[in-house]
């Protein structure tokens, strides 16, 4: 019942609002595409995929065209593949 005279914008920044509008499976399948969007080094995807939604209102359509460039994803070759069969 205390009054906090704090000034909160100087102590903390919001990261994270658990009573947000999307459900779990919405959240899990927005995890998968950070995790494969996300190049290294950077913080863990699961950081910046929810910083993403954060920082987009929750909106899943506007947090996944900030994941994805213009043009449309870039899709990293796996090194082995560049290996032949007998390597």
């Not at 494969?36 to 995929?49: D, K, M």
């Not at 359509?61 to 043009?71: C, D, E, I, R």
């Amino acid at each position: 019942g205390e009054s906090d005279n704090r000034n909160q914008q100087k102590m903390e920044m919001k990261v994270w609002d658990p009573d947000n509008p999307l459900t779990d499976r919405q959240i899990d399948q927005f995890l998968v595409v950070a995790r494969r969007s996300v190049p290294l080094p950077f913080p863990p995807p699961q950081f910046h995929a929810m910083d993403t939604l954060q920082r987009n209102g929750y909106d899943l359509a506007k947090a996944m065209s900030t994941l994805v460039p213009q043009g449309g994803p870039v899709l990293c070759r796996d090194e082995m593949e560049e290996w032949s069969a007998s390597e």
